[in-house]
């Protein structure tokens, strides 16, 4: 039995769950990262949850339309870029759960018909390519059109960018159950988990699951556009949230976040220091498939916190792979370019 999963494991049982995606995710070695980082690398493959090509959202969307059905609701309406995964994946899984869906998407980096955006379209979502690339314009757009459907008396459950309300984040409190009984059986101890941070949702769960159980792995998050004050305490506040929404009374410090913001590059969607070597590194090494946004900058990161003497000989360190893979055939351009160098 590991220390304190029976209370996380009840807290999660006593909310409403749709089921989506097929757990737990393989937990696998990774013998050419970890030569390459002179420590034990392990990657938990959440690029494999199963719905439409797979990605962290699944966990968060098995929790979120469960509460949507819950509350009678008959269609979903969310935001973020034009190859938004979390797009994406809501499209998908409101086609499982009989829900009909509404992107209001921000033009972003990539608004071409390709990748995540072509795939919300087979989906059939009704999608809004909104032409400001200031993302706040987008999430105005999505509360006229929340107004809109209620006047035309429909009843939307709106999900804000990324899924990162509590209910969302709570799919990545039970990811931690589902890890260290995966550790659990076998024998394994990880001291490190390495993972994107973006709307907030993913990095908090785990906060709140982790600070539930009082297992001491070291969260190390890898900014994919905020900056680190900023980004540290976003988490911080959604991780107490979410325990709250659980019901548990332990409390996730801010000094307990660690977030790295180096890897950012120019932004949201455009490809950091390190980025694109990252997204060869993992398919050369471990025929993994990351990409530009937020894996690729996640492991970035992490290779460099190795060249940096941040990770030790005797550590197990852990990546969260986290999906993305629909992204780069809409930066295939990027990639090809990538490609021209020496790897
Ligand atoms: C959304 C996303 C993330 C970041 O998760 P947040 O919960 O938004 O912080 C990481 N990787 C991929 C592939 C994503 O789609």
């Known amino acids: 039995m590991i220390a ?15 089921t989506l995606g097929q757990f737990p995710t393989p937990l696998e070695d990774a013998p050419g990262l970890s030569r390459r980082l002179g420590t034990r690398v392990l990657v938990k493959r959440d690029d494999l949850t199963g719905l439409a090509l797979g990605g962290n959202k699944v966990r968060k969307l098995e929790f979120l339309l469960a509460e949507a059905l819950q509350q009678g609701s008959d269609c979903v309406i969310t935001t973020g870029g ?54 706040t314009i987008a ?4 509360e006229r059109m929340a107004e809109q459907l209620t006047g035309e008396g429909r009843r939307p459950y709106v999900i804000p960018r990324g899924g990162s309300v509590p209910p969302g984040a709570t799919g990545y409190a039970a990811f931690v159950a ?14 490190h988990l390495y993972l994107a941070t973006g709307s907030t949702g993913t990095h908090s ?33 959604l991780s107490n949230a979410t325990l709250h929404h659980l019901g548990l009374t332990a409390n996730v410090a801010p000094s307990a976040v660690h977030v ?10 455009i490809p950091g220091p390190g980025t694109m070597e990252a997204v060869r590194i993992a398919a050369l090494e471990e025929g ?12 970035a990161g992490m290779i460099e916190h190795a060249r940096e003497g941040r990770i030790d000989r005797t550590d197990t360190v852990a990546f969260l792979h986290t999906g993305g893979s629909p992204a780069l055939f809409a930066y295939h351009r990027e990639t090809a370019d990538a490609l021209k160098g020496p790897a």
Do not use: W
């Open 178 to 191: 589902e890890l260290l009984r995966q550790l659990d059986d076998r024998d394994l101890e990880v001291t």
């Open 205 to 237: 769960g785990v906060m709140a699951g982790l600070a539930a159980t009082g297992v001491p792995i070291r969260v190390e998050g890898i900014s994919v556009s905020r900056s680190r004050e900023l980004q540290e305490a976003k988490v911080a506040e």
């Open 260 to 269: 790295d913001d180096r890897f950012v590059g120019a932004g949201y969607g």
């Open 4 to 18: 304190g999963t029976p209370s996380l494991d009840a807290a999660v049982r006593s909310r409403p769950r749709l």
């Open 288 to 299: 993994l498939i990351l990409d530009p946004v937020y894996t690729g900058k996640a492991l």
């Open 139 to 142: 999430v105005e757009a999505m």
């Open 82 to 135: 034009s190859q938004s995964n979390h797009a994406r994946l809501t499209a998908a899984a409101c086609r499982r759960a009989g829900l009909d869906c509404y992107l209001v998407l921000d033009r972003g980096v990539h608004p071409e018909d390709q990748g995540n955006l072509l795939l919300d379209r087979l989906f059939g979502a009704h999608v809004d390519l909104i032409e400001s690339p200031d993302p």
